[in-house]
């Protein structure tokens, strides 16, 4: 579903990425830690071409997304492929001037050209998926963190992306609030949605995780399922980072 091959990116001087390669099938759950600064925000922002890699392959769902195109045709390309990925950053990006439904429906009738009333349909659908059915009509300005959020998840869901990736989903979050969204991430997995999930929450990643990827300087450091990574790393860089995080 998703294939980062060779992936290399500086800023500057500075080699962000230094050669990563990540392989995720469809419906795997793959979690990326690592220390701050260690090119984990980058490596998922060059997966969906936030960020243009100088060297390496992006394929998502068979198709590479940073393909060799230049000017209109790459745009109509770039904004077709993206559609296939639901991204939901740290810091909730909703539309403020819009309700909850209208930020979950946008997308749908905009670039997926669906009837509003389709569009509203799904957007309930979604919306009672996250436990936020009655903030339909709520401004993002009404809501939690921890609901913004889940509607920020739902709004990614209703372009029904091929891949799901998280770019520290709570961590902007108040401690108390953190569990309803991780809850909701964990229900994904269970249903199965193929998701790249950035986390510094060595639990959770170990609780949903099919395979976790440890990152340190711009390269993966070592990579297997979570009983392996959290109990018996094969790293001193991994055991070093643990200890301090675990
Ligand atoms: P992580 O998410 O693991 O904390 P990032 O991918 O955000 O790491 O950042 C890795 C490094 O790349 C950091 O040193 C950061 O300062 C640098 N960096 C990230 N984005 C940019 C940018 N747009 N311009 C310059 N440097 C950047
Ligand atoms: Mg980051």
């Known amino acids: 579903m998703v294939q980062v091959i060779d992936a290399h990116k500086s800023f500057g001087a500075f080699e962000i ?8 099938n469809k419906g795997q759950i793959v979690a990326i830690i690592g220390p701050s600064g260690s090119g984990k925000s980058t490596l998922l922002r060059s997966i969906n071409h936030l960020e243009a890699l100088n060297k390496g392959e992006v394929w998502v769902d068979g198709i590479q997304v940073n393909r060799p195109l230049t000017g209109h045709a790459f745009e109509q390309h770039i904004n ?37 009333a389709r569009a509203r349909d799904l957007a309930m659908e979604l919306l ?5 059915q009655d ?7 009404r809501l939690s963190g921890g609901q913004k959020q889940r509607v920020a998840i739902a709004r990614a869901l209703a372009m029904e992306p091929s891949v799901m990736l998280f770019d520290e989903a709570t961590s902007a979050l108040d401690p108390e609030l ?48 979570p009983s392996e990574i959290f109990s018996n790393p094969r790293m001193d860089r991994t055991r070093t980072f643990l200890k301090k995080h675990l």
């Open 17 to 24: 990425l230094k050669g990563i390669n990540l392989s995720v």
């Open 178 to 225: 953190v569990d309803e969204v991780n809850l909701v991430m964990k229900q994904l997995a269970s249903e199965h949605m193929t998701m790249i999930i950035v986390t510094h929450e060595m639990r959770f990643a170990s609780e949903v995780a099919d395979r976790v990827l440890f990152m340190d300087g711009g390269i993966v450091v070592e990579e297997g399922p």
């Open 80 to 116: 077709s492929v993206r559609q296939r990925m639901g991204m939901v950053f740290q810091h909730f990006n909703l539309f403020p001037h819009m309700t909850v439904g209208e930020n979950v429906t946008v997308g749908p009738i905009k670039l997926r050209k669906m009837p509003a």
């Open 135 to 141: 903030k339909y009509d709520a401004y993002p300005s």
């Open 128 to 132: 009672g998926k996250v436990g936020l």
